[in-house]
Nanobody
């Protein structure tokens, strides 16, 4: 399975961005992780097929993850962005227990 992510960019604090990630095949769960400079990669949000969403605490209701099952696509709507959200955002997909894939990453910069 290949993952292709889109939607990163430069935005001012308080602004919004929408990330999207298309998978080339069927997946079980899809989600987003991020890695800021000098930090470890961390979970942002995940959404399993037919399951409930899981958000990191720092999302604080600002981000919303959603999926288009038929299009094998996952979205991350990010509102009220803060400079601390600056990171490379990675799409993640799990196709079965123990088998998962990463996208190439899309850079998000929040700065005035």
């Amino acid at each position: 399975v290949q993952l292709q992510a889109f939607g990163g960019g430069l935005v001012q604090p308080g602004g919004s961005l929408r990330l999207s990630c298309a998978a080339s095949g069927r997946t079980f769960s899809m989600g987003w992780y991020r890695q800021a400079p000098g930090k470890q990669r961390e979970l942002v949000a995940t959404l399993p097929r037919g399951g409930t969403t899981n958000y990191a605490d720092f999302v604080k209701g600002r981000f919303t993850i959603s999926r288009d099952i038929r299009a094998n696509t996952v979205y991350l709507q990010m509102n009220d962005l803060e400079p601390e959200d600056t990171a490379v955002y990675y799409c993640h997909a799990r196709v079965s227990p123990g088998i998962h894939y990463w996208g190439q990453g899309t850079e998000v910069t929040v700065s005035s």
